[in-house]
């Protein structure tokens, strides 16, 4: 993979299913009377290996590009897995996936690829412990493989260190094995579909500011979800729209969810021309089409409680700041330092290789920007957000941009270089 200079951009796309959501309708649904459907999935390699630990766990599950049909088996439906659950990369099937297992009475080991390995889970043990569940990291590590014997859980109330929707959800669901009301704050509010979901599946949820609860033993049944585009893969080529000399991109049916829209807060404050247009709500959640057009961006600071609502596009902003003139400062975003990498590294790392005045701090980092960017090898550490940011950073860069694993792209967004393909001139 080679990514030179463009002209301009041009046309409309639609980007893959919202992770986050594919992920949960997979879950969902198998803890669900009766069948779920999905439409619009994300066939990226997490949500499969979401697909593959139910599978392990006796679900029926048929899966046909984006459509997927779950065969659900209730709440207490689970059967031991046989083998090791293989999460892949994905942290979202690891911290979830642990909270079903917490209730599940039998006993079960979650373990994945290298990344997985290092990625704290003492945030989920704590919680799922306190509620009565015996889950330990067999390397006595706090990270995976984690050996879970689930059952006999009783309702907490959990004050979260972070804001977290991963710690948040793997709390509601192992909330949903309780006899009682489970309920988690946050110090900020993150992505809230499992709430939104968890509510269209018949439980009760209920949220008041940074609070979320769930009633116990509920009656789940099978839903028909329509899963919206990913704003995480969407925030690539806005950011490329946005940036190129001659643009004007529609990307449809974008989910617009307020704690996931923080890109396009952000991009607005750089100076971008982005507008929306037919929001609507579909299966909960809210949707969009946003039309990007060329624009001349300015640095920004970005901080506070707008972080978890753009934490997995700071790589991308990163980049739209090394571009946009002046100063662009990130804080409150330490989180990025337990991402599939250490994004504040990998992100300052292959700046400053393509000539940015970068700086990485304790919880984000700092930008100059403005200058030319030239072509380099691009160090992905296999993180899918680090090459997706840095092939758009090529976009504009003098000389040649490659990747030392351009396919790590898969995990997210499978057909990323052929859209890029399809728009660029
Ligand atoms: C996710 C939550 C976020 C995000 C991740 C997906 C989710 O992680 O970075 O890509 O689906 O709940 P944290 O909850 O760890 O912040």
Redesign the pocket.
Known sequence: MEITKIKGISGEISVPGD??IS??GVMFGAISDGTTELTGFLDGADCRSTISCFRKMGIEITQVHDHVMIHGKGLHGLTAPTEVLDVGNS??TT??MSGILAGSNFSSIVNGDASIQTRPMKRIMTPLSMMGADISSMKENDCAPLQINGGNLHPIHYNSP????????AILLAGLYCDGVTSVTEPVL??N??ELMLTGFGAQISSEDTTASVVGLPKLHGQNIHVPGDI?SAAYFIAAALLAPDAELTIHNVNCNPTRDGILKVAKAMGGNISYESRRIVSGEEVCDLVVKSSSLHGTTVCGDII?TL??EIPMIAVMAAYADGTTIIKDAA?LK??ESNRIDSVVENLKSMGVDATATEDGMIINGGKPLHGTRIKTKSDHRIAMSFAIAGLFADGVTTFDDPDCVVISYPDFYKTIENICY
């Open positions: 992770k986050s992920h949960r942290g979202t911290r979830l972070v804001a977290s929707a991963q710690v948040k959800s993150s992505r579909h499992t995480s978890p934490i997995d989180e337990v991402k």
